[in-house]
C-alpha cells in the first residue's frame, strides 16, 4: 500500500526553525512532484511548496518564499520542509502529498501540526 | 498565479437531492500537453483530502458515480446527483496545470 507519513510537529516560538518529515512506503520518490500543503485550522488549503524528483527544482508559494526550504532524500524515500525565521501566522496543519501523475496530488499525508507562538 | 474562485462557499442540501459546486479559473487550465489539470477533493472533519475527480470529469477509484465533474472552458462544476449523508465536508477545486499549485476557497456542503 502507497503511504505517506508525516513528523516533526510542535510547539515552536517566533523566529525559530523547525523541520518537518514525510517518509514514503510502498513506492519510491522517483517520478513527478512531491508538495506541501498547509491548512489554518478551520480554513482552507493553501499550497506550500512542491519538488519535482527527477529534476529536485523547487517552487514556493509567495508567503514562504526565502524562509522555507523543500528538500527530498531518495535514499531515505523521504521529504523535508525546513522551516525558518517562522510566524505566527505559519501555524496550520502541515500535509505532504504526492503526483502519481501529472498535475494529480492524489497521494496525502495525514498532516502534522505546526504551532507557533511565544 | 492561477486563481480558482469556487461558489457557493456554504451548500445546505437536503438528503436525496442534488447539489453543485461551481470553480472558476483566473486563465486557461489546458497544459502544454494538451491535459487541463483540474481536481476535485472531498475533506471531512479531521481528515486529509481525499481526491474525486481528475483531470476534469474522470472519478479516482471507489468514487460513486453520483459525483461527476464537466467544463465549460474557465469554468468547471462539480456535481452529485443525490446527495448522501457521507457526502458532508468541504470541497476544493485545484488546478495542477500551472505552478503554483492553487486552490479553491473550499465549499462546505451540510445536511438541510
Known amino acids: 500500500e502507497m503511504q505517506l507519513v508525516g513528523s516533526g510537529g510542535g510547539l515552536v516560538q517566533p523566529g525559530r526553525s523547525l523541520r518537518l518529515s514525510c517518509a514514503a512506503s510502498?513506492?519510491?520518490?522517483?517520478?513527478?512532484?512531491l508538495h506541501w500543503v498547509r491548512q489554518v485550522p478551520g480554513k482552507g488549503l493553501e499550497w506550500v511548496g512542491g519538488i519535482f524528483c527527477d529534476s529536485g527544482t523547487t517552487g514556493y508559494a509567495d508567503s514562504v518564499k526565502g524562509r522555507f526550504i523543500i528538500s527530498r532524500d531518495s535514499a531515505k524515500n523521504s521529504l523535508f520542509l525546513q522551516m525558518n525565521s517562522l510566524r505566527t501566522e505559519d501555524t496550520a496543519l502541515y500535509f505532504c502529498g504526492k503526483d502519481l501523475t501529472p498535475g494529480g496530488l492524489e497521494l496525502w499525508g495525514q498532516g502534522t501540526l505546526v504551532t507557533v507562538s511565544s | 498565479d492561477v486563481v480558482l474562485t469556487q461558489s457557493p462557499l456554504s451548500l445546505p442540501v437536503s438528503l436525496g437531492q442534488p447539489a453543485s459546486i461551481s470553480c472558476r479559473s483566473s486563465q486557461s487550465l489546458v497544459h502544454s500537453d494538451g491535459n487541463t489539470y483540474l481536481n476535485w477533493f472531498h475533506q471531512r472533519p479531521g481528515q486529509s483530502p481525499r481526491r474525486l475527480i481528475y483531470k476534469v470529469s474522470n472519478r479516482d477509484s471507489g468514487v460513486p458515480d453520483r459525483f461527476s465533474g464537466s467544463a465549460s472552458g474557465t469554468d468547471f462544476t462539480l456535481k452529485i446527483t443525490r446527495v448522501e449523508a457521507e457526502d458532508v465536508g468541504l470541497y476544493y477545486c485545484m488546478q495542477g496545470t500551472h505552478w503554483p499549485y492553487t486552490f479553491g476557497q473550499g465549499t462546505n456542503l451540510e445536511i438541510k
Open positions: 510502498g513506492f519510491t520518490l522517483q517520478d513527478y512532484a
